[in-house]
């Protein structure tokens, strides 16, 4: 069974440019997580989908970061413009439960550099 | 509000036992993940308890009491391997989310 995929796996840019990360998750999981994760701390949630819907996104900047779920498979996560403190590893996870009861699966991870 | 604490950092020495705590105040309940995150690698399951009681799983173990709002990670044994990040999460049964602690970065010593 193939993992997450995550791409791509390293990017740098300079602040207020755009990146942009993909991911595709595990095929059948219907629930889709971005985490945010900056060096020496936890993964922070970024939003979470069901489906091609949004379930939660409460701290999401929105001013700057877009996501979107097209036909409940694959994820896009933007950045623009970026900022010095948008640098961190950028992890993409499923899971086949509605209920975050079950195993998330997670990527390799993004790793965005903001200069 | 959701809380999670873990201890920043352990060491213990190869072939002890160590304990890793984590304490949780979260906005409902749905469950308790222990995740391992080698450096430079992405977060893989250990272990989710939503009752009361330990979980054994070959040489981790994962223990969790809703009423303290409490649970530990035993890991025994220990190899040079375990050397890594250990992250306590809560799955919320309210808005549905996953909200990871900092993690605890355990060091092996030979």
């Known amino acids: 069974e193939a993992g997450v995929a995550q791409s791509p796996r390293y990017k740098i840019i300079e602040k207020r440019q755009s990146v942009a990360f993909w991911c595709n998750p595990i095929?059948?999981?219907?629930?889709l997580y971005w985490y945010q994760q900056i060096l020496g701390q936890g993964p922070k949630l970024l939003i979470q989908?069901?489906?091609?819907?949004?379930?939660?996104d409460s701290q999401l900047p929105k001013d700057r970061f877009s996501a979107e779920r097209l036909k409940g498979v694959d994820s896009t996560l933007k950045i623009q413009p970026a900022k010095l403190e948008d640098s961190a590893v950028y992890l993409c996870?499923?899971?086949?439960?509605?209920?975050?009861?079950?195993?998330?699966?997670f990527g390799e991870g993004s790793r965005l550099t903001v200069l | 509000g959701q809380n999670i604490d873990q201890p920043t950092e352990m060491t213990a020495t190869e072939g002890a036992i160590v304990q890793i705590n984590c304490t949780y105040q979260t906005s409902g309940f749905n469950g308790l993940f222990w995740y391992q995150q080698h450096a430079g690698e992405a977060p893989t399951f250990l272990s989710y308890?939503?009752?009361?009681g330990l979980e054994e799983k070959g040489r981790f173990s994962s223990f969790l009491s809703r009423s303290k709002g409490y649970s530990y990670l035993l890991l025994k044994e220990l190899q040079m391997k375990d050397s890594a990040s250990y992250l306590c999460a809560v799955g919320g049964n309210r808005d549905d989310k996953i909200i990871f602690g900092k993690g605890t970065r355990l060091h092996i010593l030979p």
């Open positions: 095929s059948g999981h219907a629930t």
């Open positions: 989908f069901q489906n091609n819907g949004v379930v939660d």
């Open positions: 996870a499923s899971s086949q439960y509605r209920r975050n009861t079950g195993e998330l699966f």
């Open positions: 308890n939503v009752l009361d």
